[in-house]
Each structure stands twice: as C-alpha cells, then as structure tokens.
C-alpha cells in the first residue's frame, strides 16, 4: 500500500508527539488510529478506489488523518483552502470533483457527492496503474489557475529515506507543494507538525516559542513582515535552528539584515514547483542567494538562461493547459538563473523581468530596496510599456501609517538613487490599502501593461521624471 512505511513508522513509536493543534499534542498512535477510522469512513460512505476527492481544510490533526486515508484508499486528492475560495466552483469544475470531503474549524468532517464524473485521461492513468493522485492548483493571483495533476507514488518515494527528526511549522498551506511536502518529511522522520491558525508574525513566532518549533518553512513575503514588525524581540525564538525560504525570489537585502539579526538561524534556500515536486537544496551560506538543487530523482539544466527540471515526481501534465514540457521531458520553469559551478542563482521569472532600455531589472531586489524604508509594510514592483525606453520600472506600496503620497513618493525615489541604478528606480508609485501578497504569503504583482493601468480605487499615484 502507498502509505505503509508511514504507518509502519508511526507504530514504531505510538507514544511521540505528531501533531500539535490549538496546543493540544496528538501522537502518532492517536494518528495511526485516525488513519484506520476514515479507512473504514471511506468504505461507509462508499467511496471508490479512483474518485477524485476535494478536502477543503487546513492543517489539523483530522485533515492529515484524512490525507493519508484518502493515499492509502488509492483516491485522487484536491486539496482546498481559502486562500483560493474565491475561484471554489471554477477549481471544481476543472478538477472534476466526484466528492468533497469538509474539515470545520471544530475538526469535524463530513462528505458531499457531486453529480460529476470525472473523466479526464490523467484520472484514467491513474485509476489503471491503480495510483493515488493529487492535483495542485497555481495560486492564480494573475490569471487562471493551472491544474497540476500528479502520481502520488511518486511524490511519496523520496520520503523513504531517513532525513532529521524536527519540530516543524506548518505555514505553507495544505493545498500548496510546499505545505504538503513539509507534512511527509515532518511524519516520515518522527518529528512534530505544530499547525498554526493565525499565520502572522507574531501568532507564527508564539508558537515557535510555546512549542519549542526547531524547523520553520516560509516564504521570503513573510520573513520581510517579520522584520518589519519586530515580532522576533517579542518572543522566545531560542529553540529555532533552521529558516527554509521559497515560493518566490528572496530580495538578497532582506537576506542580509535577517542573518545579521539572527546569525545563530541557518538560512536555507528551498526550491519547488507545482509541477515537479520539492527538490532538496544547499545554500552556499546563510547570507548568500547562490544555491545548490537537485537530490535523487531530479536532474536540473540551464538553457538560454532559464532553469529546467527533470524529475521522477513531474506530474502528468496540466488539466486545463498545454503541456509545459520538453520533447525529451525536461520541465520548463520559467526561471531566469545565474550559474557558478554547481551552484544557482535565482533571479525572478522571465515574464516577471522588466527591460528598461535593454537593461533587466528584476522585481525583488527594488521591493528589498523600498522595504528597508521605515513606514513601508509591503511593496509589488512591476513593468509598464513605455514609448521610449520599451518599459519603465512602477510600484506599489502599502504603508504603515498615512502618510502624503506626493511626500513619499519623493522619499522613495530619494532612497532608491541611494541602493539602485538609476534605470532601476521606480518612475510611478502608487500608494495603496491593500497588501501586495495573497494569502499563501507570495508576493501579487501585476504582469501585463493592460492589468497595471487599471488604477486601484483605493490607491494615491504618483509619476515624475528622474
């Protein structure tokens, strides 16, 4: 059965901490026992081995029960949070959805039949190599989410080995790569999932220190809110050992000033898609961007400058897009990178890159500018067209508190000539309400000219000649 090392594991020490909800522990015998009553759940419901599941939850110690039951009983999960609720019944429809399957904030779960039949080939290959599945979603903050459908079999194989045993946020989401991966290598080593509602600076950091957390996987977005917010002098962070960082790229200033307040912290770079799984890394050291990626089961290739993978964990392909791969099966990311050796930089996604004249600017490392600045809490730096130099360098910014938006776009214009080249420094800003990430804590930029004209309602704007 797909998940047996894992229940053979859990039985090794029924009595070790797996879970911790509402800070309450809940142990790997109370989980092995969870995974047996929805084992049984699933049959009285009548489920079908092959049926594509929906579970709308977050993590708790049910929601992973069910995970695994779902694995086990050779289902096809979709795994559903809020942060994608505005799009629920367009996801349900493109995934084919035959149940789903609700997890309350009580930790109670109930089960729905659809009318739909779910009969794309994907689901097919599946069912006749007698494969759990799971299909992933894009966060689809510019567009339409992509539909990601995997073999589970797969993903599972790299767990099999033993890796170290930690107490571990879970602050990536249940239905993104990086929270699902975080939830397998915590349980397949014996370590501890501390599963936090509230995801901001300080509801993460009190929980790190009520429950000694050792492990925190986040995204370059958040640790930026934690410095700003001055969380960490609030709470008792001694236990951590390790901060992993990814979704997006990490503005190397925001790096710097995290390993200088916290040098005792290993900063790690981690890099993963939707597509192709988790790949495990190296970072050079904690206050460098270059990174080493790959592990058994991927390979990795630069080719004009833009990174591809290899993986046995690729998925089959997309539900509602083209296949993004290569003749000879290679996974095109889109990311542009620098080499050295072994070692990769990641710079942005081309589609991202803004051409000033024929000079690249990439996003992040102006959105680190603009954060250093006191008053700013977030920043989303984008390209428009422009007549004369193809494209010009435009901002949006979240403050703190109000402040003159004439008075501060001039201040930031004034900062960045201090940290940037000047074709890098942003010709319009535009002061906004709302923040510049979703709720899977990844920067939202605007990609298209057409998008980044339609001026925010709530938003002040300001353009003026370097």
């Known amino acids: 059965m797909p998940i047996d090392f894992l229940l053979q594991s859990f039985a090794a020490e029924p009595s070790a901490d797996a879970i911790v909800w509402h800070d309450q522990s809940y142990s790997y015998g109370w989980l092995a026992e969870r995974v047996a009553h929805w084992r049984e759940q699933l049959q009285e419901w009548q489920m079908p081995a092959g049926a594509v599941v929906a579970i709308e939850a977050d993590f708790s110690p049910n929601a992973v029960a069910l995970f695994l039951a779902l694995v086990e009983q050779r289902m096809i999960l979709v795994p559903l949070t809020s942060s994608l609720s505005a799009q629920r019944s367009e996801l349900l429809e493109t995934a084919e959805v035959e149940w789903i399957i609700t997890v309350d904030a009580q930790d109670q779960a109930k089960a729905a039949r659809r009318e739909t039949v779910a009969t794309h080939e994907y689901f097919?290959?599946?069912?006749?190599?007698?494969?759990?599945?799971?299909?992933?979603?894009?966060?689809?903050?510019?567009g339409k989410s992509k539909a990601a459908v995997h073999g589970m079999t797969n993903i599972l194989e790299k767990f099999h080995t033993p890796r170290h045993r930690l107490r571990t946020i879970s602050f990536l989401l249940y239905d993104h790569i990086g929270g699902i991966n975080t939830m397998l290598y915590t349980l397949a080593n014996h370590g501890c999932l501390v599963t936090v509602e509230d995801r901001t600076p300080d509801g993460v950091l009190a929980a790190v220190a009520r429950h000694r957390v050792e492990l925190l996987p986040t995204s370059p977005t958040f640790l930026n809110m934690m410095l700003i917010s001055g969380a960490a002098a609030r709470h008792d962070i001694s236990s951590l050992r390790t901060v992993t960082y990814g979704t997006e790229p990490?503005?190397?200033?925001?790096?710097?000033?995290?390993?200088?307040?916290?040098?005792?912290?290993?900063?790690?770079?981690?890099?993963?898609?939707?597509?192709?799984?988790?790949?495990?890394?190296?970072?050079?050291?904690?206050?460098?961007?270059?990174?080493?990626?790959?592990?058994?089961?991927?390979?990795?290739?630069?080719?004009?400058?833009?990174?591809?993978?290899?993986?046995?964990?690729?998925?089959?392909?997309?539900?509602?897009?083209?296949?993004?791969?290569?003749?000879?099966?290679?996974?095109?990311t889109g990311d542009e990178v620098e080499v050295?050796?072994?070692?990769?930089?990641?710079?942005?996604?081309?589609?991202?890159?803004?051409?000033?004249?024929?000079?690249?600017?990439?996003?992040?490392?102006?959105?680190?500018?603009?954060?250093?600045?006191?008053?700013?809490?977030?920043?989303?730096?984008?390209?428009?067209r422009n007549a004369i130099t193809g494209q010009i360098v435009c901002a949006n910014v979240t403050l703190n508190e109000p402040e003159d938006a004439a008075v501060f776009t001039r201040r930031l214009k004034q900062h960045c000539r201090q940290r940037l080249e000047l074709f890098k420094v942003p010709v319009k800003v535009r002061v906004v309400a709302a923040a510049q990430h979703g709720g899977r804590f990844k920067k939202m930029r605007p990609r298209s000219a057409t998008t980044a004209e339609r001026p925010d309602p709530t938003s002040t704007e300001h353009s003026t000649k370097q």
């Open 124 to 142: 097919a290959r599946l069912r006749a190599a007698r494969d759990p599945g799971l299909v992933l979603f894009s966060s689809g903050s510019t």
């Open 250 to 332: 990490m503005p190397e200033s925001t790096l710097k000033r995290l390993h200088a307040l916290f040098p005792q912290l290993q900063l790690v770079q981690t890099y993963g898609l939707s597509e192709v799984g988790i790949l495990r890394s190296k970072s050079r050291s904690s206050d460098s961007l270059w990174v080493k990626i790959g592990g058994e089961g991927f390979e990795t290739r630069v080719v004009n400058g833009l990174l591809e993978i290899k993986a046995r964990s690729s998925m089959l392909g997309y539900l509602n897009a083209p296949s993004p791969f290569t003749a000879d099966g290679w996974f095109i």
């Open 340 to 384: 050295d050796g072994e070692y990769l930089r990641i710079l942005g996604r081309k589609s991202e890159i803004i051409n000033v004249g024929g000079q690249k600017v990439y996003p992040a490392e102006v959105e680190g500018a603009i954060e250093e600045m006191p008053g700013v809490s977030d920043a989303a730096v984008y390209g428009e």
